[in-house]
């Protein structure tokens, strides 16, 4: 059980704008910033979203990310087949350290 | 461009030792500017950070796996290992290494990902 809830699936159709959660709890989300990995099958995770809503460079606009109180969300405008994949969220936890969610797997109708 | 690569055996036996390295590249270890971490998969599930370090040798682990493991600094090989004892089937995963942007006050999460060593435990 993962210490950050996400749904297990999420989809959409091309063009759609689909988002997903992660919930928290007040030592880690409620306290610290959130990131979102995007994981195409096989391949190493890829840092999509830091400090809650920031792009690193290279990472489309059309990714996003925003965080209330205990809750975070990641947001893909204009859906692509090429995003689909599994989706982590991540955050620190003042007393287990580096704690992720159990994972989104999106899915491209 | 920071680039990572860990490298070690790909099967180990219950209740050995599972030793791992990440070989920097690109980049200086030394920075001040990075913590450098290690985070497991196991098949078909979430991700697990396991533990990070400095160049210094200051290092912070997962408390559930604290007592089992030890991460390790080489700057001379601009390298860092893992160690876990004891291990069981249930620490069969893909280990990956990466780094952590830190900036003196805040660290990061991960950014720069290794490709990933899958690691059997198995007799």
């Known amino acids: 059980q993962s210490v950050l809830t996400q749904p297990p699936s999420a989809s959409g159709t091309p063009g759609q704008r689909v988002t997903i959660s992660c919930s928290g709890s007040s030592s880690n989300i409620g306290s610290n910033y959130v990131y979102w990995y995007q994981q195409l099958p096989g391949t190493a995770p890829k840092l999509l979203i830091y400090?809650?809503?920031q792009r690193p460079s290279g990472v489309p606009d059309r990714f996003s990310g925003s965080k209330s109180g205990t809750s975070a969300s990641l947001a893909i405008s204009g859906l692509r087949s090429e995003d689909e994949a599994d989706y982590y969220c991540a955050a620190w936890d003042d007393t287990l350290g580096w704690v992720f969610g159990g994972g989104t797997k999106l899915t491209v109708l | 461009q920071l680039q990572l690569q860990e490298s070690g055996p790909g099967l180990v036996k219950p209740s050995e030792t599972l030793s791992l390295t990440c070989t920097v590249s690109g980049g200086s270890i030394s920075s001040s500017s990075y913590y450098w971490g290690w985070i497991r998969q196991p098949p078909g599930k979430g991700l697990e950070w396991i533990g990070s370090i400095y160049y210094s040798g200051s290092t912070y682990y997962n408390p559930s796996l604290k007592s089992r493991v030890t991460i390790s600094v080489d700057t001379s090989k601009n390298q860092f290992s893992l160690k876990l004892s004891s291990v069981t089937a249930a620490d069969t995963a893909v280990y990956y290494c990466?780094?952590?942007?830190?900036?003196?006050?805040?660290?990061?999460?991960?950014?720069?990902w290794g490709q990933g060593t899958m690691v059997t435990v198995s007799s």
């Open positions: 400090r809650n809503n």
């Open positions: 990466a780094s952590q942007e830190y900036s003196g006050y805040d660290c990061d999460a991960f950014d720069i």
